[in-house]
């Protein structure tokens, strides 16, 4: 059920209300169903561009010791080797770099997520709370209703005796 119908909404008594209540606690699950969605699929997308860049990396320092090996003939080689190895370094350097901003920003989402889902607990308490006080007030109100009736049942009763007895 995504939406309560509009007639039960616009009712004034306590079943209106209890109503908009509970529309509002589906539409707040609705924006944190959103936002936990986006939240993933941010974090997905960080970890599959680190995991690129790792396997872009893996792949680099393959190839840097392949190359290594191959220029361990000599000076000059060895000189070529040290240069490409630097490179690497200051690839692997900035992709760390970059892992770590994307587990900052991971982590900044996550706290936000939760300050979103401490918030919409506290929403959900209120609500209940809310709630059974509307339902307690409700019973209270129908317990006395029920004793006035009950009340003027009796009294006819009692006036309609007296009549007979005249």
Do not use: H, P, W
């Not at 707040?28 to 974090?43: E, V």
């Not at 900044?108 to 300050?115: A, D, G, K, P, R």
């Not at 209940?128 to 509307?134: A, G, I």
């Amino acid at each position: 059920m995504d939406k309560i119908d509009d007639k039960d909404l616009k009712r004034k008594d306590e079943v209106g209300e209890m109503y908009n209540s509970f529309q509002n606690i589906i539409d707040k699950l609705k924006i944190f169903m959103k936002d936990m969605q986006d939240s993933i699929l941010t974090n997905q997308q960080v970890y599959e561009e680190t995991i690129e860049r790792l396997d872009f990396l893996l792949k680099q320092a393959e190839d840097t010791s392949a190359t290594t090996e191959e220029l361990s003939a000599g000076m000059e080689e060895t000189s070529a080797t040290t240069i490409s190895i630097n490179e690497s370094t200051d690839e692997i350097d900035k992709a760390v770099s970059d892992f770590a901003e994307k587990v900052e920003e991971g982590a900044t989402t996550s706290n936000e997520i939760n300050t979103k889902a401490d918030t919409l607990n506290s929403q959900f308490i209120q609500a209940k709370d809310n709630t059974m006080n509307l339902y307690v007030n409700t019973k209270k109100r129908n317990r006395r209703s029920y004793r006035i009736f009950k009340g003027s049942r009796e009294d006819k009763c009692i006036i309609q005796c007296n009549i007979r007895d005249n």
